[in-house]
């Protein structure tokens, strides 16, 4: 897959280099390639933004060096190969809430696209021309606000990246996890079977695998009531 980031940060992305995700670049499973928004301005300041217009507080990003950017990284892309189009992702609070689901589906796609906004958002302007030519979706992290986009596009890379095929060594770690099958994971132990006083359940060292497993399920569902209920269908 090959992910392409627009940012005024490109060494926010540094930490790409390690870790599961670290490898699967250097295997080249997963191409990722951070752009460094300033490149595509052409005055002395490298100004990427400016004042509102209509009034208000603080700053909008620029369409010009946006379009340029994205002229650079989406290449002549032909109306005609839309089917085939890339993804185009703009983090902000104003998006759809990203979700497990949409890691998935995103997992499927062979090129992303995303722009990390700061200041008060980008130029309406440019989502519009950019919808022209690829698929545009303004996607949240969660309802709360951050800075500017990099630490949301982080974490999007992170949970789109280790679906990919190739990228987490053991594939059936993916399965028992928390959203995978709409409710939070049960929880985990490991050696010793008592540390502090406190000991691992006993059915866990039972090895009756059929109750176990119902154990697990069961604790998932408690825990999902209990945590989060909204992701419980309605009784
Ligand atoms: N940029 C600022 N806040 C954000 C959020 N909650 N999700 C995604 N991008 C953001």
Redesign the pocket.
């Known amino acids: 897959m090959r992910i392409d980031v627009v940012t005024i940060f490109p060494e926010f992305f540094d930490v790409l280099d390690i870790s599961l995700l670290g490898r699967a670049r250097q295997t080249g499973i997963l191409d990722v390639r951070a752009h460094n928004l300033r490149d595509f301005t052409h005055d002395r300041h490298r100004t990427v933004d400016d004042t509102p217009y209509g009034g208000g507080a603080g700053m909008v990003m620029k369409p010009e060096p946006w379009g340029e950017a994205l002229d650079a990284v989406l290449g002549e892309g032909k109306p005609g190969e839309l089917a085939s189009a890339p993804v185009v992702i703009f983090?902000?609070?104003a998006?759809t809430v990203f979700t497990q689901k949409m890691a998935r589906e995103l997992a499927g796609r062979e090129h992303l696209v995303f722009g990390c906004?700061r200041y008060e958002g980008i130029d309406q302007r440019v989502f519009e021309h950019t919808a022209e030519r690829a698929e545009v979706r303004l996607?949240?992290?969660?309802d709360?606000?951050?800075n500017?986009?990099e630490v949301?596009v982080m974490a999007m890379i992170e949970a789109i990246g280790r679906l990919i095929p190739g990228v987490v060594g053991n594939p059936e770690s993916l399965v028992e996890e928390s959203h995978e099958d709409g409710l939070l994971e049960y929880p985990s132990y490991t050696k010793p079977a008592t540390w502090r006083g406190l000991e691992v359940p006993p059915i866990l060292l039972s090895g009756n695998h059929g109750a176990i497993e119902r154990w697990r399920h069961e604790q998932q569902v408690e825990r999902t009531r209990r945590v989060r209920p909204d992701l419980l269908p309605p009784e």
Not at 139 to 142: A, F, K, R, T, Y
């Open positions: 983090p902000s609070p998006g906004g996607v949240s992290l969660g709360y606000v951050l500017g986009g949301a």
